[in-house]
């Protein structure tokens, strides 16, 4: 059986989306799959077991036979990091040895999926470089795109935390405009570091898109009309705090937003409509007028109601942002066709052994 460990520097690097895309290649050649997250950070409960979110998403969307308590058998809570600042926390290095021996017992390769940063997890021993070494694996890391300087430094650390159990790294959501950068001056000097890189996946809007359904989800927003439409997805946001001339203009610049107005900018309100929005999002909690409502439901373009004003709005949708997480079968077919065209699978199945 082989084996590869998807770690990362940082949260929200694209750990679970890298996890299920080589679930899904792997399968799609005949591969015996198996898959686990050895410390969840998400709880979710599942009949009696508490299994990490997105370890269950992958697991679900696989159709993996495994039993929900092993999916995730330890989960990073408040009152879990409490028993080891105490002094009571006990050894758990055997629990994961044994479960991911008995998940990979009769697979062709096992991916691990791991959590937050390389480093989360030290505490209690599990962290990525405790795991690679329990489980004689090597590691997969994803640097999310920041500077030059930054995934530098952090491809050196990881690889003095690693040494030989790093097999090479993947920079994520990597700008057009910095690709031509990357390929000729960091990628020669990472790989004359002994630091093979796999590829640079660039920017896409549809991936960092969000659906309707989830703003409403972290806004805490009524939805007004157009409730079969919240599938939706969201690629860019606009703000209204305009004259309508200029944002009408603005507006007709912008395909597939949503735009964020004061509930009583019916003009704002009724610019957007005209043009291709995807959502309003209004806010201070003022319920628009009739014509809009009649409007939206004529374009089908749902209305969210929140309590909050415009800055506070914008501040939890950049929030929401920073950290989605992929779950619109669009989206993941999306990414399977972006990581196919900018991954060195080649390469990288000579290092990780995998056949």
């Known amino acids: 059986m082989n084996s590869i460990y998807i770690a990362s520097s940082g949260p929200f690097a694209g750990k679970s989306l890298m996890s299920l895309l080589l679930c899904l290649r792997f399968r799609d050649e005949g591969k015996k799959v198996g898959y686990f997250k050895p410390v969840g950070l998400l709880p979710a409960k599942v009949d009696e077991a508490i299994v990490d979110e997105d370890a269950l998403f992958i697991v679900r969307y696989l159709s993996l036979d495994i039993k929900p308590e092993l999916i995730s058998p330890v989960m990073r809570t408040p009152s879990f990091v409490e028993e080891f600042l105490e002094g009571r926390g006990k050894d758990l290095s055997g629990v994961i040895k044994k479960i ?110 969000v659906s309707i359904k989830e703003l409403i989800k972290h806004l805490g927003g009524t939805i007004l009309c157009c409730e079969d439409r919240l599938d939706q997805l969201v690629e860019r946001f606009s703000i209204g705090a305009m004259s309508v001339e200029s944002a009408l203009h603005h507006f007709r610049q912008l395909p597939n937003k949503a735009v964020i107005t004061g509930g009583d900018r019916s003009d704002i309100q009724l610019a957007a409509l005209e043009t291709s929005t995807k959502c309003l999002v209004l806010t201070g909690n003022l319920h628009p007028n009739s014509l809009i409502i009649a409007k939206a439901q004529e374009s089908g373009v749902p209305i969210i109601l929140v309590a909050e004003d415009t800055l506070t709005t914008v501040e939890k949708i950049e929030s929401t942002l920073s950290r989605m997480r992929l779950r619109e079968e669009e989206k993941i077919q999306r990414a399977r066709e972006i990581f196919e065209k900018n991954i060195n699978f080649k390469r990288l199945y000579s290092v990780f052994g995998i056949r």
Do not use: W
């Open 100 to 209: 991911f021996e008995e998940i990979g017992k009769d697979k062709d390769v096992m991916v691990v999926g791991g959590s937050g940063f390389l480093t989360t997890g030290y505490l209690f021993k599990l962290s990525g470089i405790d795991i690679s070494k329990l489980l004689k694996i090597k590691v997969l890391l994803l640097l999310r795109y920041s500077e030059d300087i930054s995934i530098a430094d952090e491809a050196l650390v990881a690889k003095c935390l690693l040494g030989q159990n790093l097999g090479g790294i993947v920079i994520n959501r990597a700008p057009e405009g910095a690709i031509g950068h990357i390929s000729t001056k960091l990628i020669p000097y990472l790989e004359s570091q002994g630091i093979p890189v796999f590829g640079v996946i660039p920017q896409d809007r549809l991936l960092s898109a």
